[in-house]
């Protein structure tokens, strides 16, 4: 970067040499000379840093929920191979559904295993971070690229309908089953307003998809699978 901002220099200063030479006024050169010092000097690219260039690309990514609720959709049943697969699915697979709806990776797959690497998120079929693949690591992840808590509530008596939701999609949910602080399992909200015809009698609300028990279509706080329903804390998160 320092060497092609040189060369940069180097050229526009021989172009100013050459023009000067040919008569032009000493104002139009010194205010070429400022134009270019402002174009160099207040472009991001030119002055981030490699930290700062990866947080900049996490800001301006566009999230497309469609895409996303698409690939939960379509992957609620069943698992994609091109992704390490857990007995407990539930954070890697709203993780590939973050990817899917245009999360870029933050860092590179290396190695092999589990990496507890708070500030990278990524997967593929042998190597994963915790921030893609646990729950609470990936809540935390999440907050970091600028979600923010929509709805959050504790006990039994949570409403059908997130309150709020209006016509959204795409909306991530965490769970604590005994109501501690950290998330414990976590969905994905594919329909604002729906039937859930799982149960009997049917649940119309909020609906998500979820893995490790794999659900499509279920009220989004599983009031009616959920034995400790009394004491789950819950949390939903927007962008």
């Known amino acids: 970067m320092a060497r092609a901002r040189w060369a940069y220099w180097g050229y526009f200063v021989m ?17 070429l000379v400022v134009a270019l ?6 472009s991001p690219t ?9 947080k900049m690309a996490v800001a301006s990514w566009a999230y497309n929920a469609t895409a996303g609720v698409n690939y939960s959709n379509s992957y609620w049943w069943h698992r994609n191979p ?48 915790n921030t893609w693949s646990v729950s ?8 970091g690229r600028g979600w923010h808590l929509f709805y959050s509530k504790y006990g039994a008596g949570a409403p059908n309908l997130i309150p709020g939701i209006g016509s959204a999609r795409g909306l991530f949910v965490f769970y604590n089953w005994t109501g501690g602080s950290t998330a414990s ?18 649940w119309s609300g909020t609906l998500i998809n ?3 028990t794999d659900r499509w279509h279920a009220i989004w706080h599983l009031g009616p699978y959920n034995s400790q329903y009394a004491t789950t804390r819950i949390w939903v998160y927007s962008l």
């Open 136 to 143: 609470e690591n990936l809540r935390a992840s999440i907050q």
């Open 210 to 212: 979820q893995h490790t």
């Open 82 to 129: 091109s992704y390490a697969q857990f007995g407990n699915d539930c954070a890697n697979f709203l993780s590939q559904t973050l990817k899917s709806a245009g999360a870029p990776f933050l860092g590179a797959p290396t190695g092999s295993g589990s990496h507890n690497i708070p500030s990278q998120w990524w997967s593929n079929t042998s190597s994963w971070t």
């Open 37 to 42: 010092v402002a174009s160099i000097h207040l």
């Open 185 to 202: 399992h976590s969905s994905y909200q594919v329909v604002a307003n729906g039937i859930d015809q799982s149960p009997s009698p049917d």
């Open 46 to 54: 030119a002055l981030a840093s490699p930290g700062e260039s990866s």
């Open 15 to 31: 172009i100013l040499i050459d023009r000067r030479s040919r008569g032009y006024r000493k104002g139009k050169s010194l205010a």
